[in-house]
């Protein structure tokens, strides 16, 4: 438990399952990668402690509910997430890294300094997410918390919103099925679909932001947008319709 270090762990298919507890216990100061398979576990997927960690493909599930942290210095701390980060009282470095795969819990991803270790040891445990999908289920709202790290999101999608994890780079909030993070406006729609909202989550004040909605004419399919004052857009081609041909766009004024 934290105590035999150096370890090598490569998951590349097949299914891990524990009924009724953490599926993946990982304490030590190893290296774990993620390439495939169905890990599920009964309260938590995968519960990190130290190490790096490294999650390229898969899917990975906690069912506890709801999310729950508790200190523990010879075991496992928290419930009720897809994949826990808790420093242990060893306060090895914690290195995880997303590139792809499914992530689902009450919590999907949820790091917490459970055991109040002090700051410089908690400057030790970093986080990136560059693609995935994550959702809270079972009545969750969190796809993503963390209590220490910020700015460590580039990409993925998330069934709650994570702005407030996303690199300062991403400016657009793109609410759709699920949300997604763009650093352009002309990305965002790009990526958008009819009736998707897309909301600027730069840092340019309020009163310089405009808020503009496309519609067709018949009022259905409506796509709202937030973006600072005087940005250039160029709208979407709509998808085609039967019965019908495109014109092109106006504004309220008929232009």
Not at 29 to 53: C, D, H, K, Q
Not at 55 to 79: D, K, M, R, W, Y
Not at 149 to 165: A, L, M, P, Q, R
Not at 176 to 200: C, K, N, R, V, W
């Amino acid at each position: 438990n934290g105590s035999t270090h150096g370890t090598s762990i490569i998951i590349n298919g097949g299914n891990i399952t524990s009924t009724g507890s953490t599926a993946i216990y990982h304490p030590q100061a190893g290296v774990m990668e993620i390439n495939g398979g169905s890990i599920t576990g009964g309260l938590t997927g995968v519960e990190i402690r130290a190490g790096e960690v490294t999650v390229a493909a898969g899917i990975i599930t906690g069912l506890g509910t709801p999310t729950n942290v508790e200190p523990n210095g010879n075991g496992t701390t928290s419930t009720g997430a897809g994949i826990a980060i808790a420093q242990h009282t060893t306060e090895l470095p914690i290195n995880l890294t997303i590139t792809g795969g499914e992530i689902n819990g009450y919590s999907a991803i949820y790091e917490s300094n459970v055991e109040d270790n002090p700051s410089e040891s908690i400057d030790l445990v970093t986080l990136s997410i560059d693609g995935g999908e994550y959702n809270a289920i079972n009545g969750g709202i969190v796809s993503v918390y963390s209590e220490d790290c910020k700015e460590f999101i580039t990409n993925g999608t998330f069934s709650h919103s994570v702005k407030d994890y996303v690199a300062s780079s991403l400016n657009y909030e793109l609410i759709s099925d699920m949300y997604s993070y763009h650093s352009t406006i002309g990305d965002a729609l790009d990526a958008a679909q009819p009736g998707d909202t897309i909301e600027f989550i730069g840092t340019l004040p309020e009163d310089i932001i405009d808020t503009n909605t496309v519609k067709y004419i018949d009022g259905n399919n409506v796509t709202t947008f937030e973006v600072p004052d005087g940005t250039e857009i160029e709208l979407p081609t709509p998808d085609s319709r039967s019965g019908y041909r495109f014109a092109g766009w106006r504004d309220t004024q008929g232009n």
